[in-house]
């Protein structure tokens, strides 16, 4: 441990890296912390507890991990310091004694907070990465005022194993969320202010429970008054089933968005990375996603440079991105993570090949972000007003399709109004306010 004074905080800074999991979990720690009569606080140089939430996807999470903790050493008050999230369960006991942090919870674990901060103030050891069947949710405090887009994890976990991948060793395996208390969730969201929500989990259309499937919850969140979106995010193409599909068609709040990452165009690289589809069985699934919904925008994930990957298989991803048409995506260079199978994989790639696919890659993918977006130029469509902008008066909302729409009128953060999208930029559109719309 270090040589912090071994007083109970007074104020906290949660400090959030990686996916939209990780920025849910941040938000129900602060929750925690508030709960106990703490204080945020904006600046984390200033706070007497920071708490690092970790990703562990990204590359060099570890050392950018230790990088913050150092930072904090040498320019905050000597803070208590946290750190939670998937890098805390990959190190473990490791982060205590190569940083001497004085807390370090998992994500499964992150409802003990409160309790391993007391300890930690009394100058004991303060670590718990443990995974257990009970899920965390229900010893979680009442939501409060939320924005009006709020995210709502209803599955955690993966059982795919992607090789590349940390995800089963630092979440654990896939676990759902009953039913009745995402709807009471929901309900506590909207009541707090949500119009919008998004549902979380690593692989979320493998949500289940007692039989029913992700489409059920949505029509379950489609009865509830006052609630004007639902989205969902993150899938995994093998769980794409019949009836959510028939979802986006039949259920008026379910936006006209997919994200469905697919990783490689190349059935033999898919397959080294055991992803269990194709590219004909991604694309097929594709087809029947627009025949369902016409107007959909689709997203995806891509990493170029996995072990083995020839210019012949990124060419495959290259088309499989011509043949889509992304309205939106995101795309990494391939990193090992230890204890991954590919991290040992034999023809690791050139960092200097890697830099040039990624830079074609996203060429492609820009092109076709910039193509979406003019082709929604003149068309009206609700916009949900989020926040404001840096110009006078500027507000910004989301389109349908997740675009952001840059607006300036009367309306208010928290309107649904419908919107004429009137120019075009490569990442956003701007828009001109029609009407007010009853949510």
Same mark, same amino acid.
């Given at each position: 441990?270090?040589?912090?004074?071994?007083?109970? @905080?007074?104020?906290?800074?949660?400090?959030?890296?990686?996916?939209?999991?990780?920025?849910?979990?941040?938000?129900?720690?602060?929750?925690? &912390?508030?709960?106990?009569?703490?204080?945020?606080?904006?600046?984390?140089?200033?706070?007497?507890?920071?708490?690092?939430?970790?990703?562990?996807?990204?590359?060099?999470?570890?050392?950018?991990?230790?990088?913050?903790?150092?930072?904090?050493?040498?320019?905050?008050?000597?803070?208590?310091?946290?750190?939670?999230?998937?890098?805390?369960?990959?190190?473990?006991?490791?982060?205590?004694?190569?940083?001497?942090?004085?807390?370090?919870?998992?994500? $499964?674990?992150?409802?003990?907070? @409160?309790?391993?901060?007391?300890?930690?103030?009394?100058?004991?050891?303060?670590?718990?990465?443990? &995974?257990?069947?009970?899920?965390?949710?229900?010893?979680?405090?009442?939501?409060?005022?939320?924005?009006?887009?709020?995210?709502?994890?209803?599955?955690?976990?993966?059982?795919?194993?992607?090789?590349?991948?940390?995800?089963?060793?630092?979440?654990?395996?896939?676990?759902?969320?009953?039913?009745?208390?995402?709807?009471?969730?929901?309900?506590?969201?909207?009541?707090?202010?949500?119009?919008?929500?998004?549902?979380?989990?690593?692989?979320?259309?493998?949500?289940?429970?007692?039989?029913?499937?992700?489409?059920?919850?949505?029509?379950?969140?489609?009865?509830?008054?006052?609630?004007?979106?639902?989205?969902?995010?993150?899938?995994?193409?093998?769980?794409?089933?019949?009836?959510?599909?028939?979802?986006?068609?039949?259920?008026?709040?379910?936006?006209?968005?997919?994200?469905?990452?697919?990783?490689?165009?190349?059935?033999?690289?898919?397959?080294?990375?055991?992803?269990?589809?194709?590219?004909?069985?991604?694309?097929?699934?594709?087809?029947?996603?627009?025949?369902?919904?016409?107007?959909?925008?689709?997203?995806?994930?891509?990493?170029?440079?996995?072990?083995?990957?020839? *210019?012949?298989?990124?060419?495959?991803?290259?088309?499989?991105?011509?043949?889509?048409?992304?309205?939106?995506?995101?795309?990494?260079?391939?990193?090992?993570?230890?204890?991954?199978?590919?991290?040992? &994989?034999?023809?690791?790639?050139?960092?200097?090949?890697?830099?040039?696919?990624?830079?074609?890659?996203?060429?492609?993918?820009?092109?076709?972000?910039?193509?979406?977006?003019?082709?929604?130029?003149?068309?009206?469509?609700?916009?949900?007003?989020?926040? $404001?902008?840096?110009?006078?008066?500027?507000?910004?909302?989301?389109?349908?399709?997740?675009?952001?729409?840059?607006?300036?009128?009367?309306?208010?953060?928290?309107?649904?109004?419908?919107? *004429?999208?009137?120019?075009?930029?490569?990442?956003?559109? &701007?828009?001109?306010?029609?009407?007010?719309?009853?949510?």
């Amino acid at each position: 441990m270090n040589a912090r004074p071994t007083t109970s @905080p007074k104020t906290f800074h949660v400090k959030s890296f990686g996916c939209q999991m990780n920025v849910y979990d941040g938000d129900r720690m602060a929750e925690l &912390m508030a709960a106990q009569g703490m204080r945020a606080s904006d600046d984390q140089y200033a706070a007497d507890l920071v708490i690092l939430n970790t990703c562990h996807i990204r590359e060099k999470a570890t050392e950018k991990v230790y990088s913050d903790i150092g930072r904090l050493r040498k320019h905050g008050d000597n803070p208590m310091i946290a750190v939670a999230g998937c890098v805390a369960q990959a190190e473990g006991e490791e982060i205590i004694r190569r940083a001497k942090v004085d807390v370090v919870v998992g994500p $499964q674990a992150y409802h003990n907070l @409160p309790g391993l901060v007391a300890r930690a103030s009394r100058g004991e050891a303060a670590l718990d990465t443990d &995974m257990p069947v009970d899920l965390k949710f229900g010893q979680l405090p009442a939501r409060r005022r939320v924005p009006p887009s709020a995210f709502l994890t209803v599955q955690e976990g993966c059982d795919k194993f992607c090789t590349y991948c940390v995800v089963p060793y630092t979440r654990g395996a896939e676990v759902s969320r009953p039913l009745t208390a995402i709807v009471d969730e929901a309900k506590a969201l909207v009541d707090a202010g949500a119009k919008e929500i998004t549902l979380l989990g690593q692989n979320v259309n493998a949500w289940e429970d007692d039989g029913r499937a992700l489409h059920d919850l949505i029509a379950a969140l489609d009865r509830l008054p006052g609630l004007a979106r639902i989205r969902y995010t993150t899938s995994h193409p093998n769980d794409m089933r019949d009836g959510l599909i028939a979802a986006h068609r039949d259920v008026a709040k379910l936006m006209p968005f997919l994200h469905l990452p697919v990783q490689a165009g190349s059935d033999r690289i898919l397959k080294a990375m055991n992803r269990s589809h194709s590219r004909d069985s991604y694309l097929r699934l594709l087809d029947r996603m627009r025949a369902a919904r016409p107007d959909i925008a689709l997203s995806g994930d891509f990493i170029v440079g996995f072990p083995g990957e020839t *210019e012949a298989d990124f060419a495959q991803t290259l088309s499989l991105v011509d043949a889509v048409g992304y309205a939106q995506a995101y795309s990494f260079k391939y990193s090992p993570r230890p204890g991954t199978p590919a991290a040992t &994989m034999a023809d690791q790639v050139p960092p200097d090949v890697m830099d040039d696919r990624l830079r074609r890659l996203q060429a492609a993918l820009n092109r076709d972000q910039a193509a979406f977006n003019a082709a929604t130029v003149g068309r009206r469509c609700a916009v949900l007003l989020e926040r $404001q902008g840096k110009l006078e008066g500027q507000l910004i909302g989301k389109s349908p399709w997740l675009q952001s729409v840059h607006l300036v009128g009367d309306a208010a953060i928290g309107d649904l109004v419908e919107v *004429e999208i009137v120019e075009a930029g490569a990442n956003s559109v &701007m828009g001109v306010g029609v009407a007010p719309l009853q949510a």
